[in-house]
């Protein structure tokens, strides 16, 4: 056909124009506007619509913010800085009130001398969480992050170190016990000893002991009732120790609704019902106003530890919920292998099916951590002073009257900058843990 | 060759059976766990009796029924301090019913329309909607309810202003905001027009009933022939036609009573109070980022072969939406968005923050302050939303079980 080509055609073209750009159109900015903001009429009006909408707040805000007074005494000293330097009337972010309070905002009324404590239970609380939440740090420090609760609860609340230390002792006591029970009768009475030694230890042995020693030495930390503690201190502590019962209980709960035993599945259910379909402010009340009912005569029961409970069973049954999705998630088989392999209940679960089943419920489970950290706020209704609550207190006094924004800016980006990392954080273990074929 | 029986014989029974057997041992541990519950059951409420006892208190609801005597801002049914704490109670569900139907509805037209818009080929708009879902979802509601009711207090303008002096008009020349609440039109029949006011009722309903019938018609007229016909325009037109030739054929018997400056507040109309809006706000565009997740998230698990495939088929782009996706990503969409209902119902006990009159508010607060009657009123109103969760979560599930894809 070539030659064909060749005589019929009378010229043909022996130099290549050189490459051209695109057109104007169709290269950098003006390609992306035309597809991502004008590819059709009715997406130009959503993109005025857009930026009519962003400009408006973008008014409203910028100059508000531009104008920040940070280093005022009260909101009216704030305004006669505002008079001087902007004007009469012109808006403007009075922030002194976060730089006058910050330290009540975040730590309630610790006494101020001992600051190095929380300081420092933070810091520590960091080197304990980094273990478990990325593999790449040492292993060896997963066992400071197992005496960490105990450690942290004595640094914020101070007291003898004795009765501490007896804590750590009875869960020490638990390991012989368990080997005891289990090398002399069966593994389940190790099971049993293993929980019951430790709790009769605590019961009877810890409080005479911890009195003696305290009394013989003397050395601890001085003392912060919880009263003192509060603002985001409070929201975290009770966050954090929400966070780290509920996984686990709320695994035993998901546990016993998938189980065959039905007295331990009604149990569940009923628990897990009774918990969700009830609103946890009611609950919140519930311990703070009831609570004494159910205890004998003359108990007294530290209110951030009933709170810290509620929060706790409130969120292990919607723990138990998403989890129960990821076991249900879970193909039959997966259950059958274990079974065919001779693995027992717990061996099966352990091994085979929750590492899978919880896998599956990362997101739901990190949402429901987001969940209960935002509902630590709710703790004000009680007359904690959780960062709300001091927002209040701080609003009531004559210098911060009538202050809003700033502190709800303040408090509010406390709580995004939390939850938005625990967000990102799930979404980077779920990357990390994907092993299907993409 | 007879098999190996693998159970031994039953007349061997020995106690550490109880342990070891698997046909014994999950019966051994049932009983051992009712035990330990029986036990804590009976110690809780022991020492309930005792303190009971102790503090002088029986355990009696006829409190429900004596004279409440505290006021309630806000009441959808006729209501005043001499009515009874039961009343009170009823009150406070009415209208926790209503900031929870409000903000359901809400909600889920701010969700959709936040979902689908974040994933809108429009960069801007995309944009505009993460921002608003990650802004809502982590930041905890109490905070926005507090900021909301801070914003409709500080920045509206007092009914003074409304006044010959004020610089404040009317919406439309018929809406108040003000700093205590918004005052809308509230329609009421015409002196002796009562009867006709129930006919438009009955109409509407009659209206519905056959807009039910002539769906079930069209469906019937597509599955046996084929020939499918148009539903939306018709549905729209039966339901506002009749009512609307109907109430100009009865000679308009509704008119509206507009809010009108009297003395130093608004007269007339229907107030809603800045508690009641606040919350609603709060709470509809709080959910309604958690709902904007769902929804892009049950579209998104649609996938794109269902779209090409339906094309394939000649599918209009229209049907393709109403046949193909929608049916397979509302499957997905629905259980988690009536948990977010319930949800957002639950969170309107977070009432007590603004002072709306909700039945924490009034059942379990106020009438508890007053009665001294805590056991009996947080079991009342923790058996109030546990009925509410429950009749939910069953008709959710019934509603799972209709749609969910029949396998085996």
């Keep these: 056909m070539s030659d064909l080509h060749a005589q019929t055609v009378p010229y043909v073209r022996e130099s290549m124009v050189p490459q051209g750009e695109p057109p104007a159109t169709e290269r950098g900015a003006v390609k992306w506007m035309r597809e991502n903001l004008f590819s059709s009429w009715f997406n130009a009006i959503l993109t005025i619509i857009g930026l009519a909408f962003v400009a408006w707040v973008l008014m409203h805000i910028v100059p508000w913010f531009w104008n920040s007074i940070w280093f005022a005494g009260s909101l009216t000293a704030c305004r006669e800085i505002r008079d001087a330097t902007w004007g009469a009337g012109a808006p403007s972010a009075c922030f002194s009130v976060i730089t006058d309070r910050w330290q009540q905002l975040l730590l309630g009324f610790y006494p101020s001398e001992l600051y190095w404590r929380p300081i420092t239970a933070l810091v520590l609380f960091g080197v304990a969480v980094a273990p478990v939440l990325f593999t790449r740090v040492p292993r060896q420090l997963l066992w400071f992050s197992a005496i960490y609760p105990v450690a942290m609860v004595w640094l914020l609340w101070g007291g003898t170190i004795w009765p501490y230390l007896l804590v750590l002792a009875g869960f020490a006591l638990g390991v012989p016990a368990y080997r005891i029970g289990a090398k002399a009768v069966a593994p389940l009475l190790g099971v049993v000893a293993a929980i019951a030694v430790p709790i009769l230890f605590w019961v009877f042995v810890l409080p005479p002991l911890s009195g003696a020693l305290s009394s013989a030495l003397p050395i601890g930390l001085e003392a912060v009732p919880s009263r003192a503690m509060g603002g985001f201190m409070l929201s975290f502590i009770i966050g954090v120790s929400g966070i780290a019962l509920s996984l686990p209980l709320g695994i035993l709960l998901a546990l016993g609704r998938q189980s065959h035993l039905i007295f331990i599945h009604a149990v569940s259910v009923a628990f897990i019902e009774l918990m969700r379909g009830v609103p946890l402010i009611v609950w919140l009340f519930t311990a703070s106003l009831l609570l004494n009912y159910f205890l004998p005569p003359g108990t007294t029961f530290d209110l951030t530890l009933r709170v810290v409970i509620m929060v706790t069973f409130f969120a292990s049954a919607y723990m138990a919920e998403v989890i129960r999705g990821g076991l249900a998630a879970l193909p039959r088989g997966q259950y059958e292998a274990a079974d065919s392999l001779g693995l027992d209940y717990w061996k099966a679960m352990r091994l085979i099916i929750l590492p899978q089943a919880l896998k599956i419920s990362i997101p739901g489970i990190v949402n429901t951590f987001i969940g209960l950290f935002k509902d630590t706020t709710l703790v004000v209704f009680i007359g904690l002073l959780d960062p709300i609550g001091l927002s209040n207190a701080i609003r009531a006094t004559t210098d911060w009257n009538g202050i809003y924004w700033e502190l709800f800016i303040f408090i509010g980006a406390l709580f995004f900058i939390c939850c938005f990392a625990m967000s990102r954080y799930s979404m980077y273990l779920e990357q990390k843990l994907r092993t299907d074929h993409r | ?408």
Aim: with cysteine; aromatic share 10%.
């Design chain 2, 1 to 408: 060759m007879s098999a190996i029986p693998d159970q031994p014989a039953r007349d061997k029974f020995q106690l550490s059976q109880l342990i070891y057997d698997t046909r014994y041992r999950s019966l051994t541990i049932q009983i051992f766990a009712f035990m330990l519950l029986a036990i804590a059951l009976f110690w809780l409420g022991r020492n309930t009796v005792i303190n009971l006892a102790a503090l002088g208190k029986d355990f009696d609801f006829g409190f429900l029924g004596q004279r409440a005597g505290y006021d309630i801002n806000q009441s959808l049914i006729p209501y005043s301090s001499a009515s009874s704490h039961g009343r009170a109670a009823l009150v406070g569900i009415l209208n926790t019913m209503l900031v929870a139907a409000l903000g359901c509805t809400l909600a889920l037209v701010v969700g959709t329309i936040a979902g689908v818009l974040r994933l809108s080929n429009n960069w801007l708009v995309a944009k505009i909607m993460t921002v608003y879902v990650e802004m809502f979802r982590n930041v905890p509601v109490l905070l926005w309810i507090i900021a909301f009711f801070a914003i409709l207090n500080e920045s509206t303008p007092s009914p003074r202003d409304f006044g010959e002096n004020g610089d404040a008009s009317l919406l439309f020349g018929s809406i108040a905001v003000t700093n205590r609440g918004v005052y809308i039109p509230r329609p009421t029949p015409l002196d002796g027009a009562g009867w006709a006011v129930w006919a438009l009722v009955a109409i509407v309903v009659v209206s519905i009933a056959a807009i039910i019938v002539y769906r079930g018609y069209a469906k019937r007229q597509q599955q046996t022939t084929g020939r499918i016909l148009p539903v939306f325009r018709v549905s729209l037109a039966l339901f506002f036609a009749p009512a609307i030739i109907a109430f100009f054929l009865l000679g308009m018997p509704l008119s509206l009573d507009y809010p009108e400056l009297g003395g130093f507040n608004f007269q007339g109309g229907i107030m809603m109070r800045n508690s009641l809006i606040a919350l609603w706000l709060a709470l509809s565009l709080y959910t309604g980022a958690f709902i904007a997740e769902i929804v892009r998230g049950g579209i998104l698990s649609v996938s794109k072969g269902q779209t090409e495939a339906a094309f394939a088929l000649g599918l209009r782009p229209s049907r393709t939406m109403n046949l193909v996706i929608l049916p397979q990503a509302l499957r997905v969409i629905i259980p988690p968005l009536i948990s977010q209902f319930l949800n957002l119902t639950k969170n309107s006990s977070l009432a007590i923050a603004v002072g709306y009159m909700d039945v924490r508010s009034t059942l379990g607060g106020i009438t508890i302050n007053q009665t001294g009657r805590e056991l009996e009123g947080m079991l009342l109103l923790g058996l109030f939303y546990l009925v509410l969760s429950l009749v939910i979560s069953a008709s959710m599930n019934f509603y799972n079980s209709t749609i969910k894809l029949k396998e085996r």
